[in-house]
């Protein structure tokens, strides 16, 4: 196998390098006048057409605050027009919080995510570590209004969409906002000092862990609001963006990552529970893997399954690969088993010879069962969040949030 797809060879190191500088130049045209975030097309132009979406924005702040600590040229005003697009045109000054997305036409859409919001925790997170004047004020702000209206300390849980003027909360309750939650809160926790974040995602991960467990490790993605799983919802729509039918594979992925950050930063010194936890984030890759790798007989890994295993949506979207990376270098690195190793080549080079567009740049956003790229889902390119941290989070410390651990250098040595 080519050296540039093997972990800690000096290829590797370059050929990632190579990827990252790629990414933070494609998506540069992404800030609108206001400076919320573009949908960006196939060769990173924006398409205008669609909505800019906050959590995009939010994104964009993490990124190119990474981007400012490995040396990214044209970083730092690009943190300001995203943090000036959530303190201005995306925040809703009158009821509060953040609009889930601004429309073409100058309106926003008529509801208030979860999953939005944690975001802008990150990227307050992000703002802040990038020494932006206004950080710490969005970063304050963004975790008063995630207390106040999404965190449940009783459940230990945090709920899904409110209505704009946070008077009518659904009844849907789901993991993906309280998996970016985690995300969220380990890297506000790893900012500011407060352990009572890290102590949350505690809540969350046991919970999950629970579930995944009672369930062969495939991880009910979908619940009422008592936090019953609801394993039929979706059923008629199961390439949803953000809701799918059945099991999604990519979650059990990135779910592992989190869960082996969270285990390693809370356990540093009981090395008891944190075993258990990896553990269970071993099981998480594998069943994701087993069900989604290679299932259909083409590589890549499925977007979804049924709960027995099958694939059902076999389209393979980018970030799954990313969190595929990331997880797999983390476990190598944590329990030396070859096995992760061979996983981690493996997914480098069907990055490289199906998803990466050397072209136009970026990664394909989604690919279908033949691996021929396909818009159904993710037209476009619009997202460089996951693809930039697969580039660093298999060479950086796994115990600490990614922008935190590129800014102290934190390298992972072997």
């Not at 993490?62 to 943190?79: A, F, M």
């Not at 790798?293 to 980018?318: A, K």
Request: with cysteine; hydrophobic share 35%.
């Amino acid at each position: 196998m080519d050296k540039k797809y093997l972990l800690d060879t000096e290829e590797n190191k370059k050929f990632l390098e190579e990827i990252r500088k790629d990414l933070l130049e494609f998506g540069c045209q992404f800030p609108a006048v206001d400076g919320t975030c573009y949908y960006l097309g196939d060769d990173g132009t924006p398409w205008k057409e669609y909505n800019r979406e906050t959590y995009a924005t939010s994104r964009m702040v993490h990124v190119y605050t990474i981007g400012k600590y490995i040396g990214y040229k044209g970083s730092d005003e690009l943190i300001d027009l995203a943090v000036k697009g959530l303190m201005g045109a995306a925040r809703d000054k009158k009821n509060g919080g953040w609009y889930s997305s601004l429309t073409p036409g100058g309106g926003h859409t008529e509801n208030k995510l979860c999953y939005a919001h944690a975001f802008v925790i990150l990227a307050g997170s992000g703002a802040v570590l990038a020494g932006h004047p206004k950080g710490k004020e969005l970063l304050e702000n963004a975790l008063e209004i995630y207390d106040r209206y999404f965190w449940n300390e009783e459940e230990g849980m945090s709920c899904d969409t409110w209505n704009t003027e946070f008077t009518v909360m659904d009844s849907y309750r789901g993991l993906n906002a309280n998996m970016h939650t985690v995300e969220a809160f380990l890297a506000a926790a790893d900012v500011t000092g407060n352990e009572k974040y890290r102590e949350r995602c505690g809540k969350i991960i046991k919970r999950v862990v629970g579930w995944a467990s009672d369930n062969e490790w495939r991880i009910p993605e979908h619940y009422t609001s008592e936090w019953e799983p609801d394993m039929e919802c979706n059923k008629e729509n199961p390439d949803d963006q953000f809701k799918p039918y059945g099991a999604t594979p990519g979650h059990g992925l990135e779910w592992a990552r989190l869960i082996v950050q969270w285990s390693l930063s809370t356990y540093k010194h009981d090395k008891e529970n944190a075993k258990a936890y990896i553990t269970a984030a071993e099981n998480l890759f594998e069943r994701a893997i087993e069900d989604g790798w290679n299932s259909d007989g083409e590589p890549g890994i499925v977007y979804t399954t049924d709960w027995n295993g099958s694939p059902i949506v076999h389209d393979r979207m980018h970030w799954v690969l990313a969190e595929a990376i990331n997880t797999a270098a983390v476990l190598y690195r944590i329990t030396n088993k070859k096995k992760y190793y061979d996983n981690y080549a493996d997914f480098m080079m069907y990055l490289d010879e199906k998803v990466l567009d050397h072209e136009n740049g970026s990664w394909f956003h989604q690919m279908n069962r033949i691996n021929v790229p396909n818009g159904t889902v993710w037209p476009g390119k619009p997202d460089l969040y996951h693809a930039i941290q697969s580039t660093l989070i298999p060479y950086y410390t796994p115990d600490l949030s990614i922008a935190v651990a590129v800014k102290e250098g934190k390298r992972y040595y072997r």
